[in-house]
């Protein structure tokens, strides 16, 4: 049975992103984002523990870190965040502030 072990509050987020390890990127939609990590839903999945390149995009901003795979399923996959850089911590900051304000429906992505 999968326990849930997150350690930072998940915000619904609408956003596109893509994935991207040595063999290939692929493309995927932001469900929910916290300051530690992201639940991706997209077609195909990285297995467990591989580690990929995360870009998220917005109409206005964009943001990327190097991640790991904490759990994934046909569904999606949860990724965990790795050594934000200052720049991309500053506008996932901003993303988080967003989201705990405005509900789900009036973000445009």
Not at 12 to 38: H, K, M, Y
Not at 63 to 84: L, R, W, Y
């Amino acid at each position: 049975m999968y326990r849930e072990r997150r350690h930072a509050q998940r915000y619904a987020f609408a956003a596109t992103a893509e994935v991207e390890d040595a063999v290939c990127v692929c493309q995927a939609r932001v469900a929910d984002l916290s300051i530690a990590g992201a639940y991706l839903v997209l077609p195909d999945f990285f297995p467990q523990g591989a580690s990929v390149l995360v870009k998220i995009r917005t109409k206005r901003e964009f943001f990327q870190c190097e991640a790991t795979i904490a759990h994934s399923s046909p569904h999606g996959m949860g990724v965990k965040f790795h050594e934000i850089s200052p720049p991309f911590l500053i506008v996932l900051q901003e993303w988080l502030l967003e989201a705990m304000r405005e509900p789900i429906a009036g973000r445009h992505c």
